[in-house]
């Protein structure tokens, strides 16, 4: 019997997250970034206030060197890039914290426009009307069994209140 050489493969499902990093990695490489997380915490970095209005883009590191470079960020509000031109050594010393290392020597900011990723606008589902709630008593109608019925009916109640109203 020949052997096709397959490794063991564990049946444990993987994360979604753990999938994107391997696939962005070589992309934040590109960009200078040696570790993603700088992106992925920016938020634990720098602050909330200022992660909500400033990314980083790309770290440029001198030749041969992966230290010492200069982290180009992006920030939507004038005012606040002048103000962090003033904390620009507290998040110097912010950023070279986490990393365990001097990553950052120097910050460049420019101003301009975020990509702010949307956020995820939750809606309760909606309440069925009093014919669609017939309805759905009459189609479980001939289930015998209590408990399948219920079941059934708290099944099609929570289909139903996802469908737009007009299509049902």
């Not at 590109?30 to 920016?42: E, L, Y």
């Not at 031109?85 to 301009?112: D, K, M």
Request: glycine fraction near 6%; proline fraction near 6%; charged fraction near 25%.
């Amino acid at each position: 019997m020949m052997s096709n050489g397959n490794k063991k493969k564990s049946g444990a499902p993987k994360t979604l997250a753990s999938q994107v990093v391997k696939l962005v990695k070589p992309i934040f490489e590109k960009r200078g970034f040696a570790d993603v997380s700088i992106v992925s915490d920016w938020p634990e970095i720098a602050g909330e206030y200022l992660a909500q209005h400033c990314v980083p883009e790309k770290i440029d590191y001198p030749r041969s060197l992966k230290s010492k470079g200069t982290l180009h960020l992006r920030i939507d509000n004038g005012g606040l890039a002048i103000q962090l031109q003033h904390l620009e050594s507290l998040l110097i010393e912010r950023i070279n914290t986490y990393f365990g290392f001097c990553a950052v020597e120097r910050i460049r900011i420019t101003q301009g426009p975020l990509n702010k990723v949307p956020k995820n606008t939750f809606s309760p589902p909606r309440l069925l009307s009093e014919k669609e709630e017939q309805n759905l008593r009459e189609c479980l109608g001939d289930v015998v069994d209590n408990d399948l019925r219920n079941a059934l009916e708290q099944l099609g109640r929570a289909i139903l209140s996802k469908t737009p109203k007009n299509l049902t």
